[in-house]
T-cell receptor, first 112, second 107 residues
């Protein structure tokens, strides 16, 4: 079955450490996205990529980095520069403009 | 400013008690409006896409409608398994999400 796989489901890190969240899709979608979800707030866009080897910052890119070396993969690194990294992170993909986003099941990151 | 507002924030219904969720939006160049269902600890699950005013989509007990300024998600005779958070999103230049309506259906 086609879909988006995020791993791990839960991630725990100490403050000051970088951590990378995995996102893989087999939907053959060109565009991929990373969102952050916090209680009481709408999904906020971190980064997005519409084509391999190209990506753009979203509304809250500071303290995050991404790469898009393959169409299927869009990993997100949460760096030690991110001041409040504890959150639920969602990866999504979309085939084209005007089409809905398809989401993975998220990674809950806890930094202490 | 482009934005999406959902109301109410939370809704408790008795099983079988029909109601509607609202999504109002102000965006320039609407490319699509999307409804999602999100269960706790999971990613949003796509429900409907609406593209133009007057359009309606139905799936089981859910019906989504669209006007030029808002969309409604009507829930007819809900069951406890309909309990979830329902998210609305619009796509213009980018996707804009509302904060969701948390629906609880009591048996």
């Amino acid at each position: 079955d086609g879909g988006i796989t995020q791993s791990p489901k839960y991630l725990f890190r100490k403050e000051g450490q970088n951590v990378t969240l995995s996102c893989e899709q087999n939907l053959n979608h060109d565009a991929m996205y990373w969102y952050r979800q916090d209680p009481g707030q709408g999904l906020r866009l971190i980064y997005y990529s519409q084509i391999v080897n190209d990506f753009q910052k979203g509304d809250i890119a500071e303290g995050y980095s991404v790469s898009r070396e393959k169409k299927e993969s869009f990993p997100l690194t949460v760096t030690s520069a991110q001041k409040n990294p504890t959150a639920f992170y969602l990866c999504a993909s979309s085939p084209a403009g005007g089409s809905p986003l398809h989401f993975g099941n998220g990674t809950r990151l806890t930094v202490t | 400013e482009d934005q999406v507002t959902q109301s109410p924030e939370a809704l408790r219904l008795q099983e079988g008690e029909s109601s509607s969720l609202n999504c109002s939006y102000t965006v320039s160049g609407l490319r699509g409006l999307f409804w999602y269902r999100q269960d706790p600890g999971k990613g949003p699950e796509f429900l409907f896409t609406l593209y133009s005013a007057g359009e309606e989509k139905e799936k089981e007990r859910l019906k989504a409608t669209l006007t030029k300024k808002e969309s409604f998600l009507h829930i007819t005779a809900p069951k406890p398994e309909d309990s979830a958070t329902y998210l609305c999103a619009v796509q213009a230049y980018q996707f804009y999400f509302g904060t969701g309506t948390s629906l609880t259906v009591i048996p």
